[in-house]
């Protein structure tokens, strides 16, 4: 058990419609990390929070936003959403971000139909 | 932009035999991480390696960390059908010390 509670575990909706998935970060940790990882490919990074505040941002498309809140639990807004958003969807946490390894959810997965 | 490259990219094997993969890149990376990720679930850390030329053993599992600090591999003895996963590796970045994922290198053991 990582410690990182993802939350739902599945989700399925129709092209349009708007999402949010939610992550509880390992006690301790400050640093919150959003990937998405589609059928069988590697891991693309979204967006990163430190402590609240925006620290690094990947691939996150404009339709997809992301907080952290000051319990440091984060949420991630997938709206307007299209088949190809379908994926799965984790969270990370550290302890400080930048190099420190990370600790894995268990993932949403997400089918938009 | 830093990239890893990871090879192969699917690995079929017997059980009992070796292998080894492999996360190359052009640029050097402060520390290099691997990480295996079974069906269902979220990757898990299984080692990080900080120093040129760093070996570590992990049971049947042995890294290593390349001298100039830009690949590293991973190689399995008698691989056993418990080993299967997908295998990422990912490396911090020397530049702003974020992590940098390479593709995987997706493992199947056959008993």
């Known amino acids: 058990d990582s410690g990182v509670t993802q939350t739902p575990k599945h989700l399925i909706t129709a092209t349009g419609q708007r999402v949010t998935l939610r992550c509880s970060p390992r006690?301790?940790?400050?640093?919150v990390y959003w990937y998405q990882q589609s059928l069988d490919q590697g891991l693309q990074f979204l967006i990163q929070?430190?402590?609240?505040?925006?620290?690094a941002k990947g691939n996150i498309l404009e339709r997809f936003s992301a907080q952290q809140f000051p319990d440091l639990h984060s949420e991630l807004n997938l709206s307007s959403l299209e088949l190809g958003d379908s994926a799965l969807y984790f969270c990370a946490s550290s302890v400080a971000g930048g190099g420190s390894p990370l600790h894995f959810g268990n993932g949403t997965r997400l089918t938009v139909t | 932009t830093q990239l890893l490259e990871q090879s192969p990219q699917f690995l079929s094997i017997q059980e009992g035999e070796n292998l080894t993969v492999y996360c190359n890149s052009s640029s050097v990376f402060s520390s290099l991480q691997w990480y295996r990720q079974e069906p269902g679930e979220g990757p898990v850390l299984l080692v990080t390696?900080?120093?040129g030329g760093e070996v570590k053993k992990l049971k049947r599992l042995t890294f290593q960390f390349g001298d100039a600090r830009k690949d590293s591999s991973l190689h399995i003895t008698a691989a056993q059908p418990g080993d299967t996963g997908l295998y990422l590796c990912a490396g911090e970045a020397d530049s702003n010390y974020q992590l940098i994922w390479g593709a995987g290198t997706k493992l199947i053991i056959k008993p």
């Open positions: 006690s301790g940790d400050l640093s």
């Open positions: 929070y430190y402590n609240g505040e925006e620290r």
């Open positions: 390696v900080v120093t």
